[in-house]
């Protein structure tokens, strides 16, 4: 069993970056994609962006342009950066892992309800990291 811990949030002002990341133990993280998710207070769950197996990449029309996706998989890791942070960007932020075999998530983003995944769902999420961003 795949299993992800997110790091890295944080309280930043508007402007500000931070860089979040994803630890992946379990298991190999070369036949998963991966996506981070953000929750804010009253609202869905959303997804921010996603990068395969084969490192394509895809955003979030609200945050393209000033986040970026990327993966080490000899560290077991994906990262977010995240640049320009905005109060709207504030939010749990949630990594989650999609064997190719299961849904080819990056193929389908923006297609389906986060809450909603094809095929039986996600393989495995972490537990979230919170940013903060406020003045």
């Known amino acids: 069993q795949l299993r992800l811990v997110e790091s890295g949030g944080g309280l930043v002002q508007p402007g500000g970056s931070l860089t979040l990341s994803c630890t992946v133990s379990?298991?190999?993280?070369?036949?998963?994609?991966i996506g981070w998710f953000r929750q804010a207070p009253g609202k869905e769950r959303e997804g921010v962006s996603c990068?395969?197996?084969?490192?394509?990449?895809k955003y979030a029309d609200s945050v393209k342009g000033r986040f970026t996706i990327s993966r080490d998989n000899a560290k077991h890791t994906v990262y977010l950066q995240m640049n320009n942070l905005k109060p709207e960007d504030t939010a749990v932020y949630y990594c989650?892992?999609?064997?190719?075999?299961?849904?080819?998530?990056?193929?389908?983003?923006?297609?389906?309800?986060?809450?909603?995944?094809?095929?039986?769902?996600?393989?495995?999420w972490g537990q979230g990291t919170q940013v903060t961003v406020s003045s």
């Open positions: 989650a892992a999609v064997h190719i075999t299961r849904f080819r998530l990056c193929v389908l983003w923006g297609t389906f309800d986060v809450s909603r995944p094809p095929n039986g769902g996600y393989d495995s």
């Open positions: 379990g298991g190999s993280l070369d036949y998963f994609s």
């Open positions: 990068i395969s197996e084969g490192e394509v990449t």
